[in-house]
Nanobody, 127 residues
């Protein structure tokens, strides 16, 4: 059974940092694009960051560019999201996602690319 399990969420003050991690099991994702989505209450889901299977290409939403960094460790089957200079508007449930296809070379910023999802981890930023 394929699972993506997020960790690292929590409550932090504005200006603070958090590091989210996503551990994959059930299959390797070393050849697959992965990403992080978030969804705030009453809002649509937003793709905030994505990384190609090789790690050579990344995508960031304008709202997080310069503050968030996505990385992956293919040997450990993990992907991480380092979040700095957090703002109250970053408050949301953050979901790890992965593409089931190998060696995808298209645009990383297309939400339909990702078809495996984790259960999410809550990030709350207080002002």
């Amino acid at each position: 059974q394929v699972q993506l399990v997020e960790s690292g969420g929590g409550l932090v003050q504005a200006g603070g940092s958090l590091r989210l991690s996503c551990a994959a099991s059930g299959r390797t994702f070393s050849r697959n694009a992965m990403g992080w989505f978030r969804q705030a209450p009453g809002e649509d889901s937003e793709l905030v960051a994505a990384i190609s299977w090789s790690g050579g290409s990344t995508y960031y939403a304008d709202s997080v560019k310069g503050r968030f960094t996505i990385s992956r460790d293919n040997a450990k089957n993990t992907v991480s999201l380092q979040m700095t200079s957090l703002k109250p508007e970053d408050t949301a449930i953050y979901y790890c996602a992965a593409d089931s296809r190998s060696y995808y070379r298209g645009n990383l910023n297309l939400p339909y690319v990702y078809d495996y999802w984790g259960q999410g981890t809550q990030v709350t930023v207080s002002s």
